[in-house]
């Protein structure tokens, strides 16, 4: 590239855009300029983000800030969502991450290598602050809610903030081979996994592990995945994401387009032709996440879930990857696979008045209350 060319590539113009239909202008970058950033993450996909709005866009609209060079290529990404909720007894107007609410995990703005527009973002849109009174950002990767964070802090005197971690994340670091993975686990461990499947072949015959490869394999497992888990959350009194028909819709919608686009890692344990248990996860670049699993209760005693997860990880170290993210949460389940940790946080920018301050306050000390429920309530699931 000559001098000429390079100072074009490097003017920068920010484009803002309101509407879906806008934002398909966009689509075709999207997914290049994630694949090859930092935060390259199966949740903040053009094709996760359109599904969301194909579902959820009707209670808000798309606030995207799209950064381009001089060249016209795509450099970076700020993917908001306008729409009013209610913080305690107030009604605000807020800008919340596009895509959240619907289990994703690590969330931000994307950027091209060695481009970083955050403080941009936070200028534009507090120089627009006339249209919004909170920033509420859930589920961020806390290292882009730190850098969030200092941009606001250069304006503290008209705008207060609030972060706090939401989850810790436990993430496996995949080695090269499953055998060196395996000597990481404890014995006793790897020795239960041993007698399960060996117990489950010798009292059921041969186990089949399968991955979902067409649309009416992906079906069949669909309707049992959400079978064993409606069924276990009913057990203990409550109801589960699942419940919720426009969370199950997304992820039905979603799950059949990341097949199609070979993202979609679906495995199914099957005993004597019939499900035992079915695990829900996705490949994206080089992590595999884990969203959700699931198992027949007259199977339990086999652990087919635990059997299952163990494939998982087998075939992702098997197709290269780096990295398995077992996503939100430190349940046993996960821990005992030997992950290191990361963490997600919720930032909320807030404008200076004493309404909205007040009712921040008020939904903060709220929030607290809830995650302390749930804690008991996944601890007491875990006894």
């Not at 605000?92 to 619907?102: I, P, S």
């Not at 699993?293 to 299952?308: C, Q």
């Given at each position: 590239?000559?001098?000429?060319?390079?100072?074009?590539?490097?003017?920068?113009?920010?484009?803002?855009?309101?509407?879906?239909?806008?934002?398909?202008?966009?689509?075709?970058?999207?997914?290049?300029?994630?694949?090859?950033?930092?935060?390259?993450?199966?949740?903040?996909?053009?094709?996760?983000?359109?599904?969301?709005?194909?579902?959820?866009?009707?209670?808000?609209?798309?606030?995207?800030?799209?950064?381009?060079?001089?060249?016209?290529?795509?450099?970076?990404?700020?993917?908001?969502?306008?729409?009013?909720?209610?913080?305690?007894?107030?009604?605000?107007?807020?800008?919340?991450?596009l895509g959240t609410g619907v289990g994703a995990d690590h969330m931000?703005?994307?950027?091209?290598?060695?481009?970083?527009?955050?403080?941009q973002v936070i200028q534009r849109l507090i120089d627009e602050d006339?249209?919004?009174?909170?920033?509420?950002?859930?589920?961020?990767?806390?290292?882009?809610?730190?850098?969030?964070?200092?941009?606001?802090?250069?304006?503290?005197?008209?705008?207060?903030?609030?972060?706090?971690?939401?989850?810790?994340?436990?993430?496996?670091?995949?080695?090269?081979?499953?055998?060196?993975?395996?000597?990481?686990?404890?014995?006793?461990?790897?020795?239960?996994?041993?007698?399960?499947?060996?117990?489950?072949?010798?009292?059921?015959?041969?186990?089949?592990?399968?991955?979902?490869?067409?649309?009416?394999?992906?079906?069949?497992?669909?309707?049992?995945?959400?079978?064993?888990?409606?069924?276990?959350?009913?057990?203990?009194?409550?109801?589960?994401?699942?419940?919720?028909?426009?969370?199950?819709?997304?992820?039905?919608?979603?799950?059949?387009?990341?097949?199609?686009?070979?993202?979609?890692?679906?495995?199914?344990?099957?005993?004597?032709?019939?499900?035992?248990?079915?695990?829900?996860c996705f490949r994206f670049g080089s992590c595999v996440c884990y969203?959700?699993?699931?198992?027949?209760?007259?199977?339990?005693?086999?652990?087919?879930?635990?059997?299952?997860?163990?494939?998982?990880?087998?075939?992702?170290?098997?197709?290269?990857?780096?990295?398995?993210?077992?996503?939100?949460?430190?349940?046993?389940?996960?821990?005992?696979?030997?992950?290191?940790?990361?963490?997600?946080?919720?930032?909320?920018?807030?404008?200076?008045?004493?309404?909205?301050?007040?009712?921040?306050?008020?939904?903060?000390?709220?929030?607290?209350?809830?995650?302390?429920?749930?804690?008991?309530?996944?601890?007491?699931?875990?006894?």
């Amino acid at each position: 590239m000559d001098p000429q060319e390079s100072r074009r590539a490097d003017v920068i113009s920010i484009n803002v855009v309101t509407s879906a239909d806008h934002l398909r202008s966009v689509a075709p970058g999207w997914n290049k300029l994630l694949e090859a950033s930092s935060s390259c993450n199966i949740f903040l996909t053009w094709e996760w983000m359109a599904t969301w709005l194909d579902v959820f866009g009707l209670g808000g609209e798309p606030f995207v800030l799209a950064f381009t060079g001089g060249d016209g290529s795509l450099t970076g990404l700020a993917p908001l969502f306008s729409t009013r909720v209610r913080f305690g007894p107030l009604a605000v107007r807020a800008l919340r991450l596009l895509g959240t609410g619907v289990g994703a995990d690590h969330m931000g703005f994307i950027w091209s290598p060695g481009r970083d527009f955050t403080e941009q973002v936070i200028q534009r849109l507090i120089d627009e602050d006339h249209t919004w009174d909170v920033f509420d950002f859930a589920w961020m990767d806390a290292g882009h809610a730190r850098r969030v964070l200092q941009a606001v802090e250069r304006h503290r005197r008209t705008h207060g903030s609030i972060l706090r971690e939401t989850a810790k994340c436990p993430v496996l670091s995949l080695p090269s081979s499953w055998d060196a993975y395996v000597k990481t686990l404890s014995a006793n461990f790897r020795s239960g996994l041993r007698r399960s499947r060996l117990r489950l072949e010798r009292e059921h015959g041969p186990v089949d592990f399968r991955q979902v490869v067409t649309q009416e394999e992906f079906a069949t497992a669909w309707d049992a995945l959400i079978s064993f888990h409606c069924e276990r959350w009913l057990s203990r009194g409550l109801q589960g994401a699942f419940a919720d028909p426009l969370f199950t819709l997304f992820h039905r919608r979603f799950g059949a387009l990341a097949l199609r686009k070979g993202w979609l890692r679906f495995y199914v344990l099957r005993v004597r032709d019939e499900i035992a248990a079915t695990l829900y996860c996705f490949r994206f670049g080089s992590c595999v996440c884990y969203f959700q699993g699931g198992f027949n209760p007259a199977w339990s005693r086999h652990g087919p879930g635990r059997l299952l997860m163990a494939h998982a990880i087998r075939r992702a170290i098997e197709e290269g990857a780096t990295d398995f993210d077992f996503l939100r949460g430190t349940e046993r389940h996960k821990m005992h696979w030997k992950p290191r940790l990361r963490s997600d946080c919720h930032l909320v920018v807030f404008r200076r008045d004493s309404r909205i301050s007040a009712a921040i306050a008020l939904k903060d000390l709220v929030g607290r209350a809830q995650r302390l429920a749930r804690l008991i309530m996944r601890r007491e699931g875990n006894s």
